[in-house]
DNA sequence: AAAATAGTGTCTTTAAGACAATATATT
DNA sequence: AATATATTGTCTTAAAGACACTATTTT
């Protein structure tokens, strides 16, 4: 007993409602037992968006050896077609059965950014009822943090005017599609959390860096961070300094940078150390 | 043109391919602008699972006044039905298209511990290809923190031999249905985090309890911790004596309890303080 | 010399960590 | 009195926090 039913409601949308004999999946004790024939609707589509984050770097203008300016973007493209046709996006796509939804993911980031290693995480599900005039699609949101560095020859490559990068303030005061929005601003809180309690820094950072460019880093993510002693904490207290290491150089010295210093200054490099965080110990 | 094909797998299950035009979501830039022809073939449904845990506590029966013995145990139940019909599974139900995926976990929650006001926390989905044999169903992997009073009228309610509590070790080592045992393990790894870093420890707690009582608690769940001077950091720490108070009575003095001692032990409660962890302060 | 970033000295207060000792009520 | 849990005393070492000071190179 098989009844389907099209209903067209826009030239390249088709929504279904198939009512198909199935087993009760509640738990219900009452029903356990019992078979059930009940009206199923199927979702019209699983798909993943991808908030791309970057952090800029610009050199001031005015002297020469000066920290830079950094700022934290986000990628987008501007929609080319229904629904929310000219308006920005996320990026992102339909997954397939035939992957996961992090391979999915995995794909539009490659396709996106051209890189593969890159850092790439879950973080939420997104199924508010109608938020995608096109039917029942459950999106399901990653964030990505790439080096400004790969997204570089990717921005000259295709001058897109329809792919930019957007400061993150200036994306959330835009009029998005769907409920990127709401996305973008549950993945700006996340990786401000992430940002604190892991050392998601070194995905902004060269592999070599100094103490005054991880402390950028972090406050360019968490404007609100300020620890006076950075460098002291980060260096010298026992519970803390496995998490970075000096770069050393052939002789056994220390390995300095001056790009943003007079005073040349130690460059550090992540090591594979996992701080583990406890409000308890 | 549409084309609809139904393939009988099984006598309650459906499979369909739907050949449908729909504009091109790939964000690549060669394709962004062209309308191109796919086939779409969607999901078959999009379930929350619940991973419900909860601590037993059980009067050692030697001596009257004792500590408990805890255990860690999760909520599953026996499969009526194809596939996987007699194995254990966690509790869960398919989302329907009027309500979020949270709201659907939020009902089956509810329809299995009969309680509302519950921990109920979102942390992954699961989609590799072939997970469920009733076709491309992706599940959306939720986990519970309920107390034992809560679960105790239920278990008596229904003498339910299919809805059962098991010792976490214990349903980690049976066969359990779909990738439950993967569900489970992620869950459990999940908790272990979030008892070390969050508040959740109260989720297992009565509104009052004594330091021994939480310190159980947190090793209940996280077997390795070990704090050898717990009481002094949890109360005369400044940093962290904001997460829970002493309960006073009505007289001012500390309100006490001798349940499981014969010294009396004072009461604590958690205050609504949210402690924030770092790495780098 | 002024500017800009990097890093150290020094002092006070607070916390961590270990473990012995004391407190209170029950059996 | 022995027992079981709760709590405090005391000591040593480590870290936090503040802030003035020195170091290095460029302009």
């Given at each position: 007993?098989v009844a389907c039913v099209f209903l067209l409601c826009h030239n ?12 009760s999946d509640t738990l219900n004790t009452e029903h356990a037992s ?68 992090h391979e999915s993911a995995r794909r539009e980031l490659t396709e ?170």
């Open positions: 007993m390249d949308i088709i929504k279904l409602i198939i009512t198909k004999e199935r087993g019992s078979y059930k024939a009940s009206n199923y609707r199927t979702p019209d589509g699983a798909p993943a968006d991808i908030v791309i984050f970057t952090i800029t770097s610009e050199a001031k203008g005015s002297v020469k050896k000066a920290l830079p300016l950094r700022e934290l973007q986000v990628l987008l493209i501007q929609r080319k077609q229904w629904p929310f046709e000219g308006q920005w996006a996320l990026p992102g796509g339909f997954s397939t059965e035939s992957e996961t939804i996106e950014t051209g890189v593969s290693d890159v850092h790439l995480e879950y973080f939420n599900v997104y199924s508010t009822p109608q938020r995608d005039p096109r039917g029942w699609i459950i999106s399901h949101a990653y964030f990505a943090l790439v080096h400004e560095s790969f997204l570089e020859k990717r921005q000259a490559a295709d001058d897109a005017a329809d792919v930019r990068l957007f400061p993150v303030e200036e994306a959330l005061a835009m009029d998005l599609a769907f409920d990127h929005e709401i996305i973008i601003r549950d993945a700006l809180a996340q990786i401000q959390m992430k940002m604190l309690t892991t050392t998601i820094a070194k995905e902004f950072l060269a592999e070599e860096f100094t103490i005054s460019e991880l402390y950028q880093v972090i406050q360019t993510v968490v404007p609100t961070f300020n620890e006076r002693n950075f460098i002291r904490k980060i260096t010298s207290t026992q519970s803390r300094k496995g998490i970075i290491e000096e770069v050393m150089d052939h002789n056994g010295q220390g390995k300095m940078s001056n790009r943003y210093s007079q005073r040349a200054a130690q460059l550090y490099r992540f090591t594979d150390y996992v701080p583990q965080l406890s409000i308890y110990s």
